[in-house]
């Protein structure tokens, strides 16, 4: 995946490093140091969103609903969020929020629209980018595609927290997301094809990535209890660290909770229909645990960047 990142990295530190290393004078320098102009919003340092990636091995395993409730929960917390639908085949978070989106990524890459004009506030007080289906992986873009697609990312790194879901299994656009990421969080449920493929896309990043902190989380969903979610985890950690030397964070697990159905038919999110179900405290859990936790070191938009495009 990095030999068609090399150039991609040289515009990279090029023309993005002075964004990246804002200073308090407003200067800007070539170390690789941490921002330290507060922020327009909320005390922000520069440009330091936090990005997520979820992902799963298997599909229907509930990734998507979980990215679009943690962006209203994080929203609670008074952060500025966005949901990157980055299923470039079946995007869906735009349905679960019965969002009709006239644009997506398809028309950034295309430069016949700008991140800005494609990105749709919603009711919820979460920005959301849908997903596009019209080209198959970032590898495939021209030069200046990839530099354009650079350019529009940029243009997200005022806000707190950026979530971007994934499709589901190992394409080389998922392990990219993956690998950009300052979290990983890895959805899966306690069915045994499920925990397989989960396993599975956990051994392509070992193998892909060696000695790379990925910031890996696991979230189990779709449970009965707590016990069986400690059960399915516990199994899962223990094998990638022995077999795959890779650290994996139990994260939390969400119930099994028949609200989350009702709210999928509904086009809303589960934790607006009802705040206070097992399913939306379990998610408020798994984002109190997220603001506690520290993402990987050589964070920052500019970093994110740099990663997506192979320069780890």
């Known amino acids: 995946m990095e030999d068609q990142a090399e150039k991609l990295r040289e515009i990279v530190r090029q023309k993005k490093q002075p964004e990246f290393t804002k200073t308090t004078s407003g200067a800007s320098g070539g170390a690789d140091t941490p921002a330290s102009v ?3 919003g909320g005390g922000r340092e520069g440009s ?6 979820v992902t799963s091995g298997k599909g229907g395993v509930g990734k998507t609903n979980l990215s679009v409730n943690m962006a209203l929960a994080y929203a609670r917390l008074g952060k500025k969020v966005i949901v990157m639908d980055a299923d470039l085949g079946l995007a869906n978070v735009n349905v679960i929020l019965n969002v009709i989106p006239k644009y997506n990524l398809y028309h950034v890459i295309r430069k016949q629209k700008t991140m800005k004009e494609i990105m749709v506030d919603t009711a919820y007080g979460i920005s959301i980018v849908a997903g596009a289906s019209g080209f198959s992986k ?7 595609e990839r530099q354009n697609f650079i350019d529009e990312l ?8 950026i979530i971007i879901g994934t499709s589901a ?6 392990l990219d997301f993956i690998a950009a990421a300052d979290d990983a969080v890895i959805v899966t449920t306690p069915e045994p094809t499920a925990i397989t493929d989960a396993y599975g896309i956990i051994k392509i990043i070992a193998t892909e990535y060696e000695n790379f902190n990925m910031g890996l989380k696991l979230v189990v969903n779709r449970v009965k209890g707590a016990a069986e979610a400690r059960k399915v985890a516990d199994r899962m ?5 022995q077999f795959l030397n890779l650290k994996v964070d139990y994260l939390g697990f969400v119930f099994d909770d ?3 159905s009702q709210a999928v038919l509904r086009q809303k999110p589960f934790t607006v229909i009802d705040p206070r179900c097992k399913a939306s405290i379990c998610v408020q859990h798994i984002v109190n645990r997220m603001e506690k936790s520290e993402p ?7 970093a994110m960047l740099k990663r997506l495009f192979g320069g780890q």
């Open 38 to 40: 507060p922020g327009q």
């Open 48 to 53: 330091k969103a936090r990005l997520i990636t």
């Open 138 to 144: 970032i590898a495939n873009l021209t030069e200046e």
């Open 154 to 161: 940029d243009s997200l790194s005022n806000a707190d927290i």
């Open 169 to 174: 299994g190992v394409s080389s656009n998922v």
């Open 237 to 241: 950690i223990n094998i990638a660290g």
């Open 258 to 260: 028949p609200v989350v």
């Open 296 to 302: 990987r070191e050589n964070r920052g938009f500019g």
